[in-house]
């Protein structure tokens, strides 16, 4: 069983910028692929990040390439995921969830095995 708890939300005015947090319990942090996920009101939820159980790999839609970088630290059995140059449609509750793998980069959203309880993101126009 691994629980993920975020944290580092909070309101932001357009152009600024957040980091995220994401720790883990358990020992087995390092078997895990790491991946941040959003959802704004009325929508569907969506993958803005994801990175592979040893940082090696990362991927990034194209809405948030460039402005949006995910990275962890196994000894510290955390991912962050650092948001700059926020817009105001990145506003919505930010997610971190695990995959256990050691092969995969990017899977399916339904195929996460634990997510955290969301922690929200608010960007001022």
């Known amino acids: 069983q691994v629980q993920l708890v975020e944290s580092g939300g909070g309101l932001v005015q357009a152009g600024g910028s957040l980091r995220l947090s994401c720790e883990a319990s358990?020992?087995?942090?390092?078997?895990?692929?790491m991946g941040w996920f959003r959802q704004a009101p009325g929508k569907e939820r969506e993958s803005v990040a994801a990175?592979?159980?040893?940082?090696?790999?990362?991927y990034y839609p194209d809405s948030v390439k460039g402005r949006f970088t995910i990275s962890r630290d196994n000894a510290k059995n955390t991912v962050y995921l650092q948001m700059n140059s926020l817009k105001p449609e990145d506003t919505a509750v930010y997610y971190c969830a695990a995959k256990f793998t050691r092969t995969l980069l990017v899977v399916p959203i339904y195929e996460y095995d634990y997510w955290g309880q969301g922690t929200q993101v608010t960007v001022s126009s």
């Open positions: 358990g020992r087995t942090f390092s078997s895990y692929a």
């Open positions: 990175i592979n159980w040893s940082g090696s790999r990362t």
